[in-house]
């Protein structure tokens, strides 16, 4: 599976589903980016921990673009200042794992907001944003999210899941806990949900 550059692409699943195995694979896939991983859950081969966010734009002078946020604790402010960082490169993808930590349905950094409207148009980025619910990602940034890949959900309701189209939320309500499956749809003009997977573990992990 391919995300391109210039689109926001949101990852939806309970613990266990499968998500941040479907996160670390997509990482190995990846040659360019910086990666807010509050729960030091991933950090594929070729990566670089990066401990603050000046760091960020000196390992990527130096060409270690496969960068893996390992600052702890990570804060809401700390985050915000990697993202800020992460606004001064280009063609290259921001991975945020638990994005839920960092905002929610009714509040969200102005930074995020603004990567999210803005930058990766005219930088040629990509947004990758991972949360346990679709209901926890800010309105702002949500409107603006091409593709969904939602994992298995339990029994929560979730409104925002629901504007996605009766034909998502059935798909999704069908996933096997186990299956180590995912809904993904593109949200287009006559875009279909689609079951995929189960998710390759990447060699690595396994």
């Known amino acids: 599976m391919r995300l391109d550059l210039t689109e926001i692409t949101g990852i ?7 998500k941040s195995v479907l996160f670390e694979h997509l990482l190995t896939q990846t040659e360019r980016f910086v990666c807010i991983d509050p729960n030091h859950e991933h950090g594929p081969p070729g990566s670089v921990a990066v401990t603050s966010p000046a760091e960020v734009l000196t390992e990527w002078m130096k060409g ?3 960068q893996v946020v390992r600052d702890a604790p990570l804060t809401d402010e700390k985050a915000i200042q990697y993202m800020r960082a992460f606004g001064q490169l280009n063609d290259a993808y921001l991975y945020v794992d638990e994005a839920h930590n960092y ?6 950094p102005e930074v995020l907001v603004d990567l999210a409207k803005w930058h990766v148009t005219h930088n040629n980025c990509g947004l990758v944003l991972g949360s346990q619910q679709a209901k926890s990602v800010n309105d702002a940034v949500f409107q603006h999210i091409d593709t969904h890949l939602i994992f298995h959900y339990g029994s929560h309701e979730d409104a925002k899941l629901r504007k996605l189209g009766g034909a ?3 798909a999704v309500r069908g996933l096997d806990y186990h299956s180590y499956k995912f809904v993904y749809f593109h949200d287009v ?3 279909e949900p ?6 390759p573990i990447p060699g690595h992990l396994s």
């Open 64 to 66: 270690n673009t496969r």
């Open 194 to 199: 689609e079951v995929r997977g189960p998710v």
């Open 168 to 170: 998502v939320t059935s």
């Open 12 to 18: 939806y699943g309970k613990k266990n589903s499968g």
């Open 103 to 108: 905002m929610s349905a009714h509040d969200c």
């Open 189 to 191: 003009t006559g875009g």
